[in-house]
T-cell receptor, first 112, second 118 residues
Framework: SQKIEQNSEALNIQEGKTATLTCNYT??????LQWYRQDPGRGPVFLLL?????KEKRKERLKVTFDTTLKQSLFHITASQPADSATYLC???????????FGKGTKLSVKP | GAVVSQHPSWVICKSGTSVKIECRSL??????MFWYRQFPKQSLMLMAT?????????EQGVEKDKFLINHASLTLSTLTVTSAHPEDSSFYIC??????????????FGQGTRLTVV
């Protein structure tokens, strides 16, 4: 069955450093992969989508890579800030209607 | 971005009662909405796919008679948890989809509903 793994449950870094989160998947060849941010008690908010034919995508301080050979995506936040503290989820499309399967998420804490 | 409004944001109910959760797409039409459930420190798990004007499609293991879904209009889907039990206590989240150019889809989520059954 399809599986998504975000192997770090939590990541603590110092303000100003680059945070790198990992998403691995198995038994799957997705057309694209998405990253979401979720704050406590809130629904996820879409951040970035990267397609299978794209190696890298950037949006402001965010950078996502997608390696379909390794079946892995890396999510980077450069010059991290305490306001970046949240849980970050990767998601893959499943089925023809656009529903998503999610990883468990990585809780990022940025200390000042 | 598009807005999905979910109500209520939290609810406490007695065991055996029913609770209705509403999900509205405020500025787009959602022919398809999804209902997820999230337990603490767990990923979002898809419960069902709600299609406007037709029956919902439930994921394996989700009881359709317990989790009633109605999607009567392009902007409103409701989830009713019937005869709720403490094990139904969870965070319920709905989402609507917008298909962008190039067939990329972007999901917009509601704020979530924290259900506590006592």
């Amino acid at each position: 069955s399809q599986k998504i793994e975000q192997n770090s449950e939590a990541l603590n870094i110092q303000e100003g450093k680059t945070a790198t989160l990992t998403c691995n998947y198995t038994n799957y060849s997705p057309a694209y992969l998405q990253w979401y941010r979720q704050d406590p008690g809130r629904g996820p908010v879409f951040l970035l989508l990267i397609r299978e034919n794209e190696k890298e995508k950037r949006k402001e301080r965010l950078k996502v890579t997608f390696d379909t050979t390794l079946k892995q995506s890396l999510f980077h936040i450069t010059a991290s800030q305490p306001a970046d503290s949240a849980t970050y989820l990767c998601a893959l499309p499943r089925g023809s209607q656009g529903n998503l399967i999610f990883g468990k998420g990585t809780k990022l804490s940025v200390k000042p | 971005g598009a807005v999905v409004s979910q109500h209520p944001s939290w609810v406490i109910c007695k065991s055996g009662t029913s609770v209705k959760i509403e999900c509205r797409s405020l500025d787009f039409q959602a022919t398809t909405m999804f209902w997820y459930r999230q337990f603490p420190k767990q990923s979002l798990m898809l419960m069902a796919t709600s299609n406007e004007g037709s029956k919902a499609t439930y994921e394996q293991g989700v009881e359709k008679d317990k989790f009633l879904i109605n999607h009567a209009s392009l902007t409103l889907s409701t989830l009713t948890v019937t005869s709720a039990h403490p094990e139904d206590s969870s965070f319920y989240i709905c989402s609507g989809l917008i298909v962008r150019t190039g067939m990329n889809t972007e999901a917009f989520f509601g704020q979530g509903t924290r259900l506590t059954v006592v």
